[in-house]
């Protein structure tokens, strides 16, 4: 399997300033090196991901600003944020694109749930909270899908032609969700919270699936990809709505 350096990934979030460096899981053998200056240099044929949680607190502790606690909101969207990165991390780390897509999706999922949990726990406004509950109801399943298809599809032993590509797409991707996101979430009403939060959270599943399309072979994961795409493009274009007709920021892209 490919090792991975993780470099310094600095996203500034609204009214939020924190810096970690977070050292990802990843599956047995493999090498994550974090540093909190400078990055060890590396053979040219390794593959570079950058950490797009480096910079942001991601400890699961409330975060400050000049000393003040961040919401209640925010610390628990923080923390999902957390358990969803550390899974996706793990799944860019595959060798075969069709296992890595899964993982990491698998994670992705995760972290969609508990953002929707967290809506229905302090959200109030009935078409976000709906939408919250239309997510938990089919990722869940989605959820269960991959978790069965991994235990059947176990990872290839050496990289494959696609994987050094395939990682740093996904790379790519990561570090434009988790900027967007991790401004979204700042957002002090809970409602425009979740919709500025999972709209990039959306997008970056998207992306996702494109790059399963790309360099996936499983028949069955490149359908869920595409069902992915259909089901989640619908979802981006309400979110898209409900932020603008509420008075909120859209992502700059």
């Known amino acids: 399997m490919t090792t991975i350096h993780l470099s310094r990934f600095t996203m500034l979030g ?14 047995a053998n493999d090498t994550i090196e974090a540093t909190t200056e400078e990055i060890t240099p590396i053979d040219t044929d390794t593959t570079v991901i950058d950490d797009p949680h480096a910079g942001h607190d991601m400890t699961g502790s409330a975060m400050t600003e000049n000393g003040v606690a ?13 358990t969803m990165h550390d ?40 078409e976000m909270r709906q939408l919250a509950q239309e ?15 991994l235990d059947n599809n176990p990872d290839v032993a050496e990289p494959t032609a696609d994987t050094k590509a395939m990682q740093q797409a996904y790379a790519g991707g990561m570090d434009a969700m988790h900027g967007e996101m991790m401004l979204g979430i ?13 709209l990039p959270h959306h997008v ?28 989640q493009q619908a979802e981006i274009e309400q979110m898209r709505n409900w932020i603008t007709a509420h008075g909120g920021t859209l992502p700059s892209a």
């Open 186 to 198: 700042a957002d002090p009403d809970p409602d425009m919270a979740f919709a500025r939060g999972m």
């Open 70 to 82: 961040m919401s209640d909101v925010y610390k628990e969207y923080n923390d999902s944020m957390t």
């Open 135 to 149: 997510i938990i109801d089919a990722q869940q399943s989605e959820i269960e899908q991959m978790q069965g298809w």
């Open 14 to 27: 609204a009214a939020v300033s924190a810096a970690l460096i977070l050292s990802a899981c990843q599956p």
């Open 87 to 126: 899974e996706m991390m793990v799944g860019m780390n595959y060798n075969d694109p069709d296992v890595a897509f899964a993982h990491g999706m698998l994670g992705h999922h995760i972290g969609a749930v508990g953002m929707a949990k967290i809506q229905l726990k302090y959200g109030t406004d009935a």
């Open 204 to 231: 970056g599943a998207v992306d996702m699936a494109e790059v399963q399309l790309k360099y996936g072979k499983d028949a069955e994961m490149r359908e869920l990809a595409q069902q992915v795409i259909d089901a």
